[in-house]
């Protein structure tokens, strides 16, 4: 019983550790300031990540594969499952003119799994759900008095939305279970805009900040179904199903103030448009996923998934923001096509060779949407993709009671025209599994 009582404390002991971990700046995105940010859902495991984002028919019995709640079923009856993970992220930002390097590392998520009866299973677990991380500059130079006159705006935001969530599933037969996810969404994201005079002695520095606090419950839906074809072969069918019933809430404060800088600290000198609270709402789109897999036995498995988003329903009060190069541009919601194409090569716990013990991954995706924006060097209006390749192992410890995963990711995102994100992202995880309700015999 202390046993228990100990690893639960433990795990709200990591959850609370978690919370500011999360908060912490990402890599330089500047795509990132549309929005509620960039969305983090396919990529935070590394498991499901190195198959291209593949999980709709994944289920393990020592991963805890958050993206469809009904796979929750696949853990052991009288077992817990306790599933860490870091990240580490690497950004080549470019255009035409100038490229920029980025890195950064972080905690990707926390999770736990447990049997409550031999046909129903839970979950819960803490992970990012979005992330708002950019910083660009734009020089300009004018003329005042017969003067050059040298001005720096800088637009800067930081902050994202973090998923908290409790999981049920049921296996209602054999071969078929569903389940359910509860999330509480909530994060703060804070955007800036910084005029500066840095050589001028009577040109007053001013700031517009602006803090949005986000937050609501929503929820997941899945399903699960495995269909023996004959003693070698198993098809598998993953459907979800993701909905808002009631849009974010938002609560934005914004204020407009004058500062003098000193070093690297700014004081306020003072405040041109005091600060403004008022509220409003943000809805999310319905995500409705489909996923096929093929599995041989214990061999191998290959799978594809494929997830429609619909973002071109109304969903933010502001239809501008800063652009990337300072000033400002259009951006509009589209519906979202997500595709994902991978497989894996299972380890053999049974064999005497560590290397014949070990899985093997690999895939690719491609997501067509979400976002468009204006090309002002066209005049038209650019559907964002998103692209990547992605591998991964799994190393098996303690008799296979745990797993290290590992994954690699590399991919490309936005418009050439108007600025390409070339990524790259190493995962990292720990899963294990333990006897929580098992009598231990003693002599």
Request: charged share 20%; net charge neutral.
């Amino acid at each position: 019983m202390n046993n228990k009582k100990n690893r639960g404390l433990l795990f709200i002991l990591l959850l609370s550790m978690t919370l500011p971990i999360f908060a912490q700046n990402g890599v330089n995105s500047p795509y990132s300031q549309f929005g509620v940010g960039e969305l983090k859902t396919f990529y935070f495991h590394p498991y499901t990540n190195s198959m291209g984002g593949l999980s709709y028919t994944i289920r393990k019995n020592n991963i805890i594969n958050n993206n469809n709640p009904a796979s929750y079923t696949a853990m052991d009856s009288n077992s817990f499952v306790f599933d860490m993970g870091l990240a580490a992220d690497f950004v080549i930002l470019a255009n035409d003119e100038a490229s920029l390097y980025d890195a950064d590392a972080a905690l990707s998520h926390i999770l736990l799994g447990m049997p409550l009866t031999k046909w129903w299973r839970t979950s819960i677990g803490i992970l990012p759900f979005s992330e708002v991380s950019y910083i660009t500059t734009k020089n300009l130079y004018t003329m005042s008095n017969g003067d050059s006159l040298f001005s720096q705006s800088v637009y800067d935001g930081t902050g994202g939305i973090t998923k908290l969530y409790w999981g049920h599933a049921f296996k209602i037969t054999k071969n078929l279970s569903v389940g359910f996810n509860v999330n509480y969404l909530f994060g703060k994201e804070t955007r800036a805009i910084t005029f500066d005079f840095p050589d001028s002695a009577y040109m007053l520095n001013s700031r517009k900040l602006k803090e949005t606090h986000i937050s609501n419950f929503t929820f997941d839906f899945g399903l699960q179904y495995f269909q023996e074809l004959n003693e070698n072969y198993t098809l598998g069918l993953g459907l979800t199903y993701s909905s808002v019933p009631t849009s974010l809430k938002v609560k934005d404060k914004s204020v407009v103030y004058t500062f003098v800088s000193q070093g690297t600290i700014d004081y306020v000198s003072d405040t041109i448009f005091p600060a403004v609270e008022y509220e409003s709402n943000l809805d999310m789109p319905h995500i409705v996923g489909l996923g096929l897999s093929l599995t041989r036995n214990e061999k191998w498995m290959v799978g594809v998934d494929a997830t429609y988003s619909s973002w071109n329903m109304p969903k933010y009060t502001e239809n501008t923001t800063n652009d990337i190069f300072g000033g400002w541009t259009a951006f509009d919601y589209t519906e979202s096509y997500r595709f994902a194409i991978g497989g894996e090569k299972m380890g053999d716990y049974l064999a005497s060779k560590y290397f014949e013990k070990m899985s093997f991954r690999a895939g690719v995706h491609f997501e067509s949407g979400k976002l468009c924006v204006l090309n002002q060097a066209t005049g038209s209006n650019e559907i964002l993709n998103d692209f990547g390749i992605h591998a991964g192992l799994s190393f098996p410890m303690r008799k296979m009671k745990s797993i290290i995963n590992l994954n690699f990711q590399w991919g490309t995102y936005g418009v050439k025209e108007i600025l390409r994100k070339n990524y790259f992202q190493i995962g990292l995880s720990l899963s294990t599994s333990d006897t929580w309700f098992k009598k231990r015999k003693y002599d």
